[in-house]
């Protein structure tokens, strides 16, 4: 079983939609937990950490639920520029090793 | 400050040839790591190291090599170059290996190996 699995997608979304991606975690000593976006043939970039509250930056929302062990990005007001691919990161701080899933793709499109 | 730096961004090899890709951060992190990335496979880890001096194998390491000589450099070496490691590969650098901590990707060096 993969340590993360995301839905690949793609999603199309018109401007100003509201989308919702998903990921699962198979390890449950997964302590930290990321969502990165990667522009077409570029490199991976930080979006947001995750944190057991949940947190919020701007129109992005991130939700960690340990119990069920998954972990959701919501865009509210989706813009031209969000189009690109959104990675689920998962870390377990024993063995220094970061686990990705393989993307959701999202298009938005105007 | 350049961040973490990969040469070169192509390269095309035949089998049988090896090469090594350079990777650097000016950042002063000690977690270093290279990643390989495939179509519908996400991102890999092959090798990574905590520190200068210090390298473990990740989830594909078979087929590279690395070392960690100075807490800048971190180059990943194939040794005979195969078809099946034709990929995207990245560099990243974090800060300590504290799982909290931000990765820094390269631009990436696209590999193809004919």
């Known amino acids: 079983r993969k340590e993360v699995e995301q839905d690949p997608g793609p999603f199309n979304v018109p401007e100003g939609a509201t989308v919702a991606f998903n990921c699962t975690y198979s390890?449950?000593?997964?302590?930290?937990f990321f969502w990165y976006r990667q522009d077409c043939r570029k490199e991976p970039k930080l979006l947001m950490s995750v944190y057991s509250s949940g947190n919020e930056d701007g129109r992005f929302t991130a939700q960690l639920n340990r119990a069920s062990q998954y972990i959701s990005l919501l865009i509210r007001d989706s813009k031209l520029s969000d189009s690109a691919t959104y990675l689920c990161?998962?870390?377990?701080?024993?063995?220094?090793?970061?686990?990705f899933g393989t993307g959701t793709s999202l298009t938005v499109i105007p | 400050n350049a961040g973490v730096t990969q040469t070169p961004k192509f390269q095309v090899l035949k089998t049988g040839q090896s090469m090594t890709l350079q990777c650097a951060q000016d950042m002063n992190h000690e977690y270093m790591s290279w990643y390989r990335q495939d179509p519908g496979m996400g991102l890999r880890l092959i090798h990574y190291s905590v520190g200068a001096g210090i390298t473990d194998q990740g989830e594909v390491p078979n087929g590279y090599n690395v070392s960690r000589s100075t807490t800048e450099d971190f180059p990943l070496r194939l040794l005979s170059a195969a078809p099946s490691q034709t990929s995207v590969y990245f560099c990243?650098?974090?800060?300590?290996?504290?799982?909290?901590?931000?990765?820094?990707f390269g631009p990436g060096t696209r590999l193809t190996v004919l």
């Open positions: 990161v998962v870390n377990r701080y024993t063995g220094n090793q970061f686990y």
């Open positions: 390890n449950s000593a997964s302590q930290s």
């Open positions: 990243a650098s974090t800060m300590g290996a504290g799982s909290t901590d931000t990765q820094y």
